[in-house]
């Protein structure tokens, strides 16, 4: 919905939108610099540091992207690939989670 709005009015409709129907609690979104945290907020292990470097990764990856297309595609064109792949990769990571892990 981000994508489509045109103006100051509808930023601001589609942020209320999104913040009042979305419990950012159980997210594991911190708070002090609004990013997602991969320990949720308890403990950090080696399954927690694999998974920061994995955020991390993906972010510099998602950088290179944009700095390679910017030159060749148009700013919107950019912009929408870019938001494109955030939206698949968070897809990904919420259909893992959601996954049930099988024990052997």
């Not at 997602?36 to 907020?41: E, W």
């Amino acid at each position: 919905m981000r994508l489509a709005v045109g103006g100051a009015i509808g930023v601001i409709l589609v942020d209320t939108y999104f913040y009042v129907g979305s419990r950012a609690s159980t997210r594991g979104v911190d708070a002090g610099s609004y990013e997602h945290s991969a320990d949720n907020n308890t403990y950090i292990d080696e399954y927690t540091a694999l998974k920061e470097m994995g955020m991390a990764l993906g972010r510099i990856l998602l950088c290179l992207l944009v700095a390679f297309m910017a030159p060749v595609a148009s700013l919107s064109i950019t912009f929408i690939v870019a938001f494109m792949c955030a939206a698949a990769a968070a897809g990904v990571s919420v259909y893992l989670s959601q996954t049930p892990v099988r024990t052997y």
